[in-house]
């Protein structure tokens, strides 16, 4: 019998362990064809920095630029925007940021946010010191309206790491006090391995972010693709369009399978079946790795194939 990924260390905590699945399923198919996480399958493909650039420390100016490419597209000011190593790296700022004493964490949401604020007092969403908002949500895409988010009587850290596909929920223009929005670059455009997100924040707060951070806080790749890929909107218009189309061939061939729609975004999809264990086996039996949970073993998340995954996934799916 093909062993089953740990729980502790396997894809349950998060997409994209390929090396751990590759260890569990030494049988698997080659290669792999990853739809654990959600990333854009079809990735922005601007140049990357110039080898003299990769020679010497970023500069600072470039790293303006970076920032000020970021907020135009955000539609923030420049002083609030300040660059990370990714959303990652930002979410893990967030206590220090805030110095908030209690915190309010949706149970059902990206596992990074109380790891995070692991030692930090649990407290319900109307007595927290500071309270945590992924929107849409990771991983059921559940929405929460801009409206509803803020009245400034707590610190609110709101996590928009899948915004690009849904950018009218974004308050990172907003201007809202008490507010940290953490952006990341590379699941959109997808690039995750650039390793670039954002906080964006109050200036004061912003200002501190980047003493946090240091004077290097990305690579001269993240600033390279980073402000060009956040210029080009050609590019991100016509993503959007295709991801929504992408998005609703995957519901038509999940649903084909037998799985019930659970909810999601135009980069993922969250669905159910009873026998979800044995799929998810299958699946990477096949090469296919997608994302179980432990929580709840009937769920599996899809992210979307690509060019040359569909007739991989049509297969995988229709052998079971």
């Given at each position: 019998?093909?062993p089953?990924?740990?729980?502790?260390?396997?894809?349950?905590r998060?997409g994209?362990r390929?090396?751990?699945?590759?260890?569990?399923?030494?049988?698997?198919?080659?290669?792999?064809?990853?739809?654990?996480?959600?990333?854009?399958?079809?990735?922005?493909?601007?140049?990357?920095?110039?080898?003299?650039?990769?020679r010497?420390?970023?500069?600072?100016?470039?790293?303006?630029?970076?920032?000020?490419?970021?907020a135009?597209?955000?539609?923030a000011?420049?002083a609030?925007?300040?660059?990370v190593a990714?959303?990652?790296a930002?979410?893990?700022?967030?206590?220090?940021?805030?110095g908030?004493?209690?915190v309010?964490?949706?149970?059902?949401?990206?596992?990074?946010?109380?790891?995070?604020?692991?030692?930090?007092?649990?407290?319900?969403?109307?007595?927290?010191?500071?309270m945590?908002?992924?929107?849409?949500?990771?991983?059921?895409?559940?929405?929460?309206?801009p409206?509803?988010?803020?009245?400034?009587?707590?610190w609110?850290?709101?996590?928009?790491?899948?915004?690009?596909v849904?950018?009218?929920?974004s308050?990172?223009?907003?201007?809202?006090?008490?507010?940290?929005?953490?952006?990341?670059?590379?699941?959109?455009?997808?690039?995750?391995?650039v390793?670039?997100g954002?906080?964006?924040?109050?200036?004061?707060?912003?200002?501190?972010?980047?003493?946090?951070?240091?004077?290097?806080?990305?690579?001269?790749?993240?600033?390279?693709?980073?402000?060009?890929?956040?210029?080009?909107?050609g590019?991100?218009?016509?993503?959007?369009?295709?991801?929504?189309?992408?998005?609703?061939?995957?519901d038509?061939?999940?649903?084909?399978?037998g799985?019930?729609?659970?909810?999601?975004?135009?980069?993922f999809?969250?669905?159910?079946?009873p026998?979800?264990?044995?799929?998810?086996?299958?699946?990477a039996?096949?090469?296919?790795?997608?994302?179980?949970?432990?929580?709840?073993?009937?769920l599996?998340?899809f992210?979307?194939?690509g060019?040359?995954?569909?007739?991989?996934?049509i297969?995988?799916?229709?052998s079971?």
């Amino acid at each position: 019998m093909t062993p089953s990924p740990p729980a502790s260390q396997g894809p349950t905590r998060h997409g994209g362990r390929l090396a751990e699945a590759a260890a569990a399923f030494p049988a698997a198919r080659k290669p792999w064809l990853d739809l654990s996480t959600g990333i854009n399958p079809q990735a922005w493909r601007g140049p990357r920095a110039a080898l003299g650039e990769l020679r010497r420390l970023p500069d600072p100016q470039g790293l303006a630029a970076l920032e000020a490419a970021a907020a135009r597209a955000f539609g923030a000011d420049p002083a609030c925007v300040a660059a990370v190593a990714g959303a990652e790296a930002g979410l893990r700022l967030a206590p220090r940021l805030t110095g908030a004493r209690s915190v309010a964490i949706g149970a059902f949401t990206y596992g990074g946010h109380a790891q995070a604020w692991e030692g930090v007092a649990r407290a319900s969403a109307d007595r927290a010191e500071a309270m945590v908002v992924v929107n849409p949500n990771n991983p059921d895409g559940a929405i929460s309206a801009p409206a509803a988010l803020a009245d400034g009587r707590r610190w609110l850290v709101v996590d928009e790491s899948f915004v690009e596909v849904a950018p009218g929920l974004s308050v990172a223009g907003a201007g809202l006090p008490r507010t940290l929005v953490l952006r990341s670059f590379g699941k959109f455009y997808g690039l995750p391995g650039v390793r670039l997100g954002f906080v964006v924040a109050e200036p004061d707060v912003a200002v501190r972010t980047r003493a946090l951070v240091g004077d290097w806080p990305v690579s001269a790749d993240a600033v390279a693709m980073g402000t060009r890929a956040y210029a080009d909107d050609g590019w991100a218009q016509a993503s959007r369009a295709r991801l929504a189309a992408d998005a609703r061939r995957l519901d038509a061939l999940l649903a084909a399978a037998g799985f019930e729609a659970v909810g999601g975004t135009d980069l993922f999809r969250l669905v159910r079946s009873p026998d979800a264990a044995a799929r998810f086996r299958w699946l990477a039996r096949q090469g296919v790795l997608t994302r179980p949970f432990d929580d709840d073993p009937s769920l599996l998340r899809f992210g979307l194939p690509g060019r040359d995954g569909w007739n991989r996934l049509i297969g995988a799916l229709k052998s079971f």
